[in-house]
């Protein structure tokens, strides 16, 4: 593991960064790993409060991160070569908001110094989502939220 670069973001495209970067920019809030569901008459994404079964939501975080795409089928893989197709993450995502210019979050752990900062903000999806496994399919439904979509704490 190498040192990173002082405020990175701020100067690095996210296509230029080093993977290590990539991965560091991520906020640990896990709305990426909340289950959606596309109205297909539309094309519009709408996201339920219900997890990936790999997610371990007591800390926001993939129990199996390296293996993920084999695992879940749909699991979508944040690309830093696709900055372009970062929009149906939420708009207090760390991607979306470089992609769009918008820079971090006061309360991002680059800034804060503190991976516990993204839960104390009320950004993440700790203490507000259930596992998948807890919900038949047919009750996705009934679980549709807009929580994740909106903008949580400084923008």
Same mark, same amino acid.
């Given at each position: 593991m190498t040192a990173l670069r002082h405020r990175f973001w701020e100067? =690095?495209?996210l296509a230029a960064m080093t993977s290590e970067e990539w991965e560091a920019l991520c906020d640990g809030c896990a709305k990426c790993c909340l289950v959606k569901l596309e109205d297909? @008459? @539309?094309?519009i994404v709408?996201?339920? @409060?219900?997890h990936c079964h790999l997610l371990d939501s007591a800390v926001c975080r993939c129990r199996d991160y390296a293996r993920r795409n084999e695992r879940v089928a749909g699991c979508v893989r944040v690309r830093q070569d696709r900055p372009e197709r970062l929009a149906w993450l939420p708009t207090s995502c760390s991607y $979306?908001?470089?992609a769009e210019g918008r820079g971090l979050p006061g309360w991002h752990h680059l800034i804060t110094g503190d $991976?516990?900062? =993204?839960?104390e903000a009320g950004a993440s999806i700790r203490g507000r989502a259930t596992d998948e496994v807890a919900v038949p399919v047919d009750e996705f439904e009934d679980h549709l939220v807009d929580w994740p979509v909106t903008e949580t704490g400084d923008g």
């Open positions: 100067s =690095v495209t297909a @008459d @539309d094309g709408y996201f339920t @409060d219900i $979306r908001r470089l $991976r516990a900062s =993204v839960h």
